[in-house]
């Protein structure tokens, strides 16, 4: 299934994807919190330069931000996961101390 975004289209259930989102179910989080944390995901990289385009027109960034235990780290997991399976050759997180973002 894919999304399409201003002509761009957005691989949503590809191998990378679907190994964390299997991850985070035995964590024993529901299905409509994994749908949920797949379209922020989504959204993420619907907002970031396109990896096989070229070179962007201006430059992009972003932040995740959110309450204590509001699901950051789920949704930077899945947004990584979603990047690689849509040919992204290079995702960096910066972060704290954080182990699971390592």
Request: contains cysteine; glycine residues 4%; charged residues 25%.
């Amino acid at each position: 299934m894919t999304k399409e975004i201003s002509e761009r289209v957005i691989y949503r259930d590809g191998l990378h994807t679907a190994e964390v989102l299997n991850a985070l179910s035995l964590k024993r989080i529901d299905v409509d919190s994994l749908s949920e944390l797949k379209e922020k995901a989504v959204e993420i990289l619907a907002q970031s330069v396109d990896p096989i385009a070229g070179v962007p027109e201006k430059p992009s960034d972003g932040l995740v931000y959110g309450l204590v235990q509001s699901g950051k780290t789920s949704v930077i997991q899945v947004a990584a996961a979603m990047a690689a399976d849509n040919k992204f050759q290079c995702i960096l997180v910066l972060t704290s101390y954080i182990d699971i973002l390592y």
